[in-house]
């Protein structure tokens, strides 16, 4: 059971708009603490994609968009390409664990 | 280009204790948190623990009595040791750097990762 709720699995056609949620609480997204958001291809270590919350690092092309709300944050993709099909992880700070990194279940991506 | 490299055992023994080492090349260890986490096969990512270039650490409340990251600035490497192994513990295990919070100081995203290292607990 993952301290940040994502759905397992989402899915769209090439050239659509997806979004993944990420549901958090009180005591990590709802107490402040930025979440940022990374891509892992098939095979390979996960990548940074988002970072404090909206922040894309250098080489992230701008389809690719981070927002928060309350106890929760949101990645959305536009113009879905088949390069995007890949898992999404979404990751926090909670300070209830003795301050710990959380990260969400993760969520794949299907371009179908 | 900051980067990380995980080395050690691809396969231990349960009850038997894990040790990783990463190495940091392209930039010095010095004034950054690091990282280790872990991806069970077919599984999401679970962190493991944090260590301060200073040496001072926080670990995973689930994994915090088995677990020691420690670091060698001259080196520019930090370490993981994991105890008390079992099945469960087999996982690609990824180092990464870790970013601070610009306004609060605390550990906050992984900007650059090793590529990670297989362990198989067998027994």
């Known amino acids: 059971q993952s301290v940040l709720t994502q759905p397992p699995s989402v899915s769209g056609a090439p050239g659509q708009r997806v979004t993944i949620s990420c549901t958090g609480s009180s005591s990590n997204i709802g107490a402040g603490y930025d979440v940022h958001w990374y891509q892992q291809l098939p095979g390979a270590a996960p990548k940074l994609l988002i970072y404090?919350?909206?922040n894309r690092p250098s080489g992230v092309p701008d389809r690719f968009s981070g927002s928060k709300s309350g106890t929760s944050a949101s990645l959305a993709i536009t113009g879905l390409q088949a390069v995007d099909e890949a898992d999404y992880y979404c990751?926090?700070?909670?300070?209830?664990?003795?301050?710990?990194?959380?990260f969400g279940g993760g969520t794949r991506l299907t371009v179908l | 280009q900051v980067q990380l490299q995980e080395s050690g055992p691809g396969l231990v023994k349960s009850s038997e204790t894990l040790s990783l080492t990463c190495t940091v090349s392209g930039g010095s260890i010095s004034s950054f948190y690091w990282s280790w986490i872990r991806q069970p096969p077919g599984k999401g990512l679970e962190w493991i623990g944090y260590?301060?270039?200073?040496?001072?650490?926080n670990y995973n409340p689930s994994l915090k009595s088995r677990v020691t990251i420690s670091v060698d600035t001259s080196k520019n490497q930090f370490s993981l040791k994991l105890s008390s192994l079992t099945a469960a513990d087999t996982a690609v295990y990824y180092c990464?750097?870790?970013?601070?919070?610009?306004?609060?100081?605390?550990?906050?995203?992984?900007?650059?990762w090793g590529q990670g290292t297989l362990v198989t607990v067998s027994s």
């Open positions: 260590i301060y270039y200073s040496g001072s650490t």
């Open positions: 404090g919350n909206t």
């Open positions: 990751q926090s700070y909670d300070s209830s664990l003795s301050g710990s990194g959380v």
């Open positions: 990464a750097r870790v970013r601070r919070d610009d306004y609060n100081g605390a550990p906050a995203h992984f900007d650059y």
